[in-house]
């Protein structure tokens, strides 16, 4: 599974690197980031591109989102 | 709060409550402007002496405390930073110059359509194309590296010092200047600036409101939530203007604005580039300095000395037009500008690893 550590970016770069990772082609993804705004422009970027989301950690200074194709 | 009914609310909120703050006493088209107002409160404290445009305008402290309280009652309140402070300070006097250069912010700018001054439309297609630069460079990998978690006085010092200038302005010592005349002297009464900075930085924290973040999302991503913000907004204020018959169409004579084109165009083009390269507008990165984010109060900083710089070495542009001090900043700010996108980008480091894979073969 490809994981993206997009923790500390700025906007819109985590965005960018799931955008980067899911033009590989790949089914599944982890991504990393570590706060709500980037967490929902994540999920909002994998849902308009067929990707289900579930937060499988949601700390103060990780939050891990699992997407599925 | 982040549905895009949300967003469409908040974005008339606040366009409707800068018809208000016009209606109220605010100088025309310029409810809320966060260049200007930052602008003001340099002069204010006294880091240029323009006499016109002094004042510690409340929205601005209301803006901060509004998304510092937002923040922390939804525990979203964090100390970070420590992502290329001096780039995004010198990227903050850039913005704020090419900002008062066209004669506002993205949300003035937004403000001045709604309006019906059509150099904002100028503007506009610079602002477009200024972010268009941007996203060039985020494509290349352009970044300004990570942030990390500080210590909670490294988030909190920026509320507490917005506040402090509450204290001034409530106290009016005699080493804060106020304007006697001019744009400075035109302002709705403080409660009611106060309320609808808190009211607007609120509603921005919870949204995540960007005027840049609009366009480049939709450019990018084609995710059309934060554009729908920047829609309500223009749409808000062009009702309350028509009802309040501050509506007037055309490119000559508008309130605090001047119809040089090119310089409209290159003034929007500069802002938007750097706001890119930020992440985020103005109005985004005193939302973002409010929740805790050190290197936006550091670009917030670098708005502030901008703006000193340019009253103090003549280069604000002002209804008579852009000065030649203004169109040599621009040009130079485009050039280091450049420098700073290409130098954080990958474009050369692809290069190498192109060279790498054809010595390897």
């Known amino acids: ?69 | 709060m982040n549905s895009k009914k949300g967003i469409i609310i908040t974005g008339g909120i606040i366009g409707l409550m800068s018809a208000v703050l016009v209606k109220m006493g605010n100088p025309a088209n310029m409810g809320v402007c966060i260049a200007c107002f930052i602008r003001d409160i340099a002069g204010a404290l006294g880091m240029h002496r323009a006499g016109v445009v002094q004042y510690i305008r409340p929205e601005v402290i209301g803006i901060v405390l509004g998304a510092f309280a937002a923040s922390v009652v939804f525990k979203e309140f964090k100390s970070k930073g420590g992502s290329s402070p001096f780039v995004r300070f010198f990227l903050g006097a850039a913005v704020m110059i090419g900002a008062l250069i066209f004669l506002g912010c993205p949300l003035r700018m937004v403000l001045r359509l709604a309006g019906g001054d059509l150099n904002a439309i100028t503007g506009l297609v610079g602002f477009t194309t200024g972010i268009g630069m941007g996203i060039f460079f985020l494509n290349k990998g352009f970044t300004l590296k990570r942030n990390y978690t500080q210590g909670v006085m490294d988030g909190a010092l920026f509320p507490i010092v917005v506040a402090s200038l509450l204290i001034l302005l409530m106290l009016s010592p005699t080493f804060i200047f106020f304007s006697e005349k001019g744009p400075g002297a035109m302002a709705a009464p403080i409660m009611i600036s106060l309320g609808a900075g808190l009211v607007t930085g609120y509603l921005a924290q919870r949204t995540r409101l960007c005027m840049v973040g609009g366009i480049r999302d939709m450019i990018m991503f084609k995710d059309s939530y934060l554009l729908l913000g920047f829609i309500g907004i223009l749409v808000a204020a062009l009702a309350g203007n028509i009802a309040f018959g501050n509506f007037n169409m055309g490119f000559v004579a508008q309130p605090i604005a001047h119809n040089d084109g090119l310089w409209n165009f290159l003034g929007m083009t500069l802002a938007g580039w750097g706001s890119v390269l930020l992440g985020g507008c103005p109005l985004r990165q005193l939302i973002l300095a409010g929740e805790g984010n050190s290197d936006s109060a550091i670009t917030v900083a670098g708005l502030l000395v901008g703006a000193a710089f340019a009253h103090n070495f003549g280069l604000a542009a002002s209804p008579k037009g852009v000065p030649a001090n203004g169109k040599v900043a621009v040009i130079i700010l485009f050039v280091v500008i450049a420098i700073i996108s290409v130098m954080s980008s990958e474009l050369f480091k692809r290069d190498e690893v192109k060279e790498g894979a054809v010595q390897n073969a």
């Open chain 1, 1 to 69: 599974m490809l994981k993206v550590d997009a923790r500390g970016m700025s906007c819109p770069q985590p965005v960018l690197m799931v955008k980067k990772a899911v033009a590989c082609d790949v089914k599944a993804l982890e991504v990393l980031v570590d706060n709500n705004t980037a967490k929902q422009n994540v999920i909002r970027f994998l849902k308009s591109n067929g990707f289900s989301t579930v937060t499988i950690v949601d700390g103060d200074d990780t939050i891990a989102l699992k997407a599925e194709a």
